[in-house]
């Protein structure tokens, strides 16, 4: 296993967001978190990479409990995230907001030129402002600074949110290329349909809780309405 | 609160009934009134100053405590009380112990004037501008024959019009009103409507802008009075000692005295303050033969606090024996659902 | 109008050294969101901390300078590191207070050590030697001030616009959540960013203590006149702090020649018209990258 959870809780201040999660990852396979807005699904991606701190539970990643590390521990270890809306860095180039991703010295696999590769259309904006970017464009960025960082695991929050149809899918399909060299991913996502084509299997998370999990070939849209909507 | 509050549970709120500070504070208002019956003249001073301090550091919470506005220039209202007082008693020859309401009113109009420039800057920048401000008036009156110019004033003169027996306590007794003005003044405040409205700008100035408290209005009027009040305060605090000069008066470290006092004590609180002023004379007192080191004392453990305990001694204690003397606050109760 | 122009000349002159103590306090503000309230008071120590060295060493103030810079970088980096870095998580309100604080125990410990009697560096004659341009007289002491702010203007520009280091703060200013999840320990570049802006209070301290006398209570105003800096400049702008504390070296300057003792009230009445007037001051960041 590469990343197994165990009854983690979690929450900001006073108000908890995660009541006791379970989760399993086997390396080189895609996960489908799936939840309304607010199940948790982004509190527990905090958690993996370190920026929320758990108040209870494991989080053993290559069999090391990593619930206390700190981020840039975190990412050293290769977990990367693509956090949701991009978060580009607004006063780097396209270029140095690649670079920015080999601050954790993984080992290098990544390159810039196999990112501009992957993801051609963004050579000809190297000295360009990230935000100057059309929103898959800077999608792309996104994703190819965490891979930059060489993970193991990579984190994508909301890939698809505010992107037109055709963009999402060339994402997903060029992530699919990625995975195949063994790299392991946790996609979260409100569109399930998108989120379960994409994945291995899937977790359905509600108020902080698992309430269904499955695989891509045995999902049952009538469960899963059940479970992300609830009663 | 036993359990961690959950999303689930349901939320109720209300104030708490006001019993044992009411209660504490009338013995306390009782004792200071016949204080003066078997205290010596010295001692009558040095609670003048603890109440010029306690006023102080109550108008300073009232103001960063309660709207999340930190100033470090309460000099400038301290400084223009103090000489509003001095100006116009020796100018006119103005009873000087009605005089010290004229200075709350004089830093209450440099208050309103200055607020139109001040509230244009944010967080930490407010704090500085407000020091900009004492720093403009040091100047003006350091360039003033009128005022003293660099040598000071003396109220010497005037004092002689005043029977000998109620120099000290005629100051004694202005000071022990304001002081139990300020806090009824600042308790009432805060449980009224309008209190309610000061912490929901302290606490989210988006959600209250969002509920139709004018912001900025409730800022103003919550400035306007802690000018006021600390006017007054500097007046006092200058009657008691009848000489004025720009440079102690403006000096940055009567606001440093005050923070510390109310982050020592613990911020936001009406207790606090009285807890920190105390903490303060009995270090200065102790201290007092180690010259300046009870400043230096008083500083590190204000920054101690900050780091560590940033509810002050007397969040320490209301919340280890639960007691709160002068509920101000709205608790929410959780009742598990 | 010779008067006037030399009265233009040496504002900028004096200009040259707000804006260079502006700098420190510009760096802290926009790398580590630190308002430093002590800012001032750390100016007056270096000048304290050249002074032992002088004595200690027989130097002449402008070769302890090179003692200083790394002395000064040390104590910045070590207090971030002890307790800034611990007063940021509670807002930005925390650190301001603790620097506050530490600029009262500070003026009481110099009081402490050094006496409240006005102390200054000597460089000798270059102190009062001139340039002579016709009827012009300036300092080469300002002159040399000046060029200073310059040069350090310029390479801190250089540092942030083509270092690896330069971009890493440039990523951990625009949002440091992230930065951290690129394997950035963003207190550490806290730790490093208040070096260096302790590193140009160490300049700035010695050369204010040769340019005039110093005494435990003088940082008081030299963080207003940095800060003020700061503010007409823009907020956010390292360019526009250089051209805010030429604005209020001119301003003073002026005030001076109307009264001797207007001076500093002109420097501060500027600043409350562009409060009034232009808030955003003369480069907001909207505008203008550093």
Redesign the interface.
């Known amino acids: 296993m590469l990343l197994e959870i165990k009854e983690l809780k979690a929450g900001y201040g006073e108000i908890q967001a995660l009541f006791g999660v379970e989760l399993s990852l086997e390396e080189g396979s895609t996960l489908a978190l799936i939840g309304a807005n607010g199940a948790g699904k982004s509190s527990l991606l905090r958690c993996i990479t370190g920026l929320i701190r758990p108040t209870g539970g494991q989080i053993l990643y290559n069999k090391k409990n990593i619930a206390a590390y700190r981020p840039y521990d975190i990412s050293a270890m290769g977990i990367a995230m693509v956090p949701e809306g991009r978060r580009l860095f607004p006063s780097l180039t396209v270029e140095e907001n690649l670079i920015m991703g080999q601050c954790n010295k993984r080992e290098q696999e990544w390159t810039l030129e196999r990112v501009y590769d992957l993801f051609p259309p963004l050579k000809g904006f190297r000295k360009r402002m990230g935000t100057e970017l059309s929103g898959g464009q800077q999608q792309m960025v996104a994703v190819g600074r965490a891979l930059m960082s060489n993970p193991r695991l990579l984190l994508c929050d909301e890939l698809s949110l505010g992107l037109a149809p055709v963009v999402i899918k060339d994402i997903y399909r060029t992530l699919e290329t990625v995975t195949k060299t063994g790299l392991s991913l946790i996609i979260v996502e409100q569109d399930i349909n998108q989120a379960i084509a994409a994945s291995n299997s899937f977790l359905c998370i509600r108020e902080g809780e698992i309430v269904l999990s499955g695989t891509r070939e045995n999902a049952d849209r009538n469960l899963i309405a059940k479970a992300y909507f609830g009663n | 609160m036993p359990d961690?509050?959950?999303?689930k549970s349901s939320f109720s709120w209300q104030i708490k009934k006001p019993i044992a500070g009411p209660i504490i504070l009338a013995l306390a208002a009782v004792f200071c009134a016949v204080f003066p019956l078997f205290g010596s003249t010295g001692t009558l001073r040095l609670m003048n100053e603890i109440m010029a301090l306690m006023i102080m550091a109550q108008a300073w919470n009232l103001l960063a405590g309660f709207t999340?506005f930190?100033s470090?220039g309460q000099q400038a209202f301290i400084g223009i009380g103090a000489y509003g007082l001095f100006v116009t008693s020796i100018e006119t020859g103005l009873n000087p112990f009605a005089a010290v309401f004229l200075g709350g009113l004089a830093a209450a109009v440099v208050g309103i004037l200055s607020a139109?420039?001040?509230f244009?800057?944010r967080?930490?920048?407010f704090?500085?501008?407000t020091?900009?401000l004492a720093?403009?008036f040091r100047?003006?009156i350091?360039?003033t024959q009128k005022f003293g110019s660099g040598s000071g004033l003396t109220l010497a003169r005037v004092i002689k019009t005043i029977p000998r027996e109620y120099r000290t306590s005629g100051t004694y007794w202005v000071a022990l009103f304001l002081t139990v003005f300020t806090i009824f003044l600042v308790y009432f405040l805060l449980r009224s409507r309008f209190g309610l409205a000061v912490r929901t700008v302290r606490d989210n100035e988006a959600s209250a802008e969002s509920v139709g408290v004018n912001i900025l209005r409730i800022k103003f009027i919550v400035f306007i009075i802690s000018a006021f009040l600390t006017g007054c305060a500097g007046a006092i605090s200058y009657l008691n000692t009848m000489f004025i000069n720009p440079y102690a008066t403006f000096s940055?470290?009567w606001?440093?005295l005050l923070?510390?006092v109310v982050?020592i004590g613990g911020i936001g609180t009406i207790e606090g303050p009285f807890i920190g002023v105390l903490f303060y004379f009995f270090l200065r007192e102790t201290l007092s033969d180690f010259?300046?080191?009870y400043?230096?004392a008083l500083?590190?453990v204000?920054?101690a606090m900050?780091?560590f305990v940033?509810n002050g001694l007397w969040g320490m204690v209301s919340k280890r024996f639960n007691i709160n003397l002068f509920p101000t606050g709205a608790t929410v109760v959780m009742k598990k659902g | 109008m010779i008067a006037w122009i030399d009265t233009l000349i040496q504002g900028v002159l004096l200009g040259g050294f707000f804006a260079l103590s502006g700098l420190g306090l510009s760096l802290s503000f926009g790398i580590m969101h630190i308002v430093n309230i002590a800012h001032g008071d750390f100016l007056v120590v270096a000048a304290y901390l050249c002074l032992v060295i002088c004595g200690l060493f027989g130097l002449n103030p402008l070769l302890a300078i090179i003692i200083v810079i790394p002395l000064m970088f040390l104590f910045g980096y070590a207090l971030q590191k002890t307790i800034l870095n611990k007063g940021v998580d509670g807002g930005e309100l925390s650190p301001l207070l603790i620097t506050f604080g530490l600029s009262i125990i500070l003026h009481n410990l110099l009081q402490e050590f050094f006496s409240a009697d006005a102390k200054s560096l000597d460089v000798g004659a270059f102190e009062v030697a001139s340039l002579n341009i016709g009827p012009l007289h300036i300092g080469w002491l300002p002159i040399t001030i000046l060029v200073t702010t310059l040069v350090v203007y310029y390479i801190l520009h250089q540092i942030m616009e083509s270092t690896k280091f330069g971009m890493i703060v440039r990523a951990t200013v625009d949002d440091p959540e992230i930065t951290s999840l690129m394997g950035v320990d963003t207190k550490k570049i806290n730790c490093l960013g208040m070096g260096l802006s302790m590193t140009i209070v160490g300049i700035a301290g010695t050369l204010f203590g040769i340019k005039s006398s110093f005494f435990p209570l003088a940082g008081g105003l030299q963080l207003l006149f940095a800060f003020e800096a700061v503010i007409i400049g823009g907020m956010g702008s390292i360019w526009g702090t250089l051209l805010g504390g030429m604005s209020l070296g001119i301003a003073q300057t002026i005030g001076y020649r109307i009264g001797s003792g207007w001076g500093e009230f002109a420097g501060h009445l500027v600043f409350f018209l562009f409060l009034l007037l232009k808030p955003s001051g003369l480069l907001s960041k909207e505008t203008q990258h550093a």
């Open positions: 961690t509050p959950q999303v999340g930190v470090i139109p420039a001040l244009r800057l967080g930490p920048y704090a500085i501008g020091w900009v720093e403009l100047i003006v350091l360039n940055v470290e606001s440093a923070i510390f982050i010259g300046t080191w400043i230096i500083g590190l204000a920054i900050m780091l940033p």
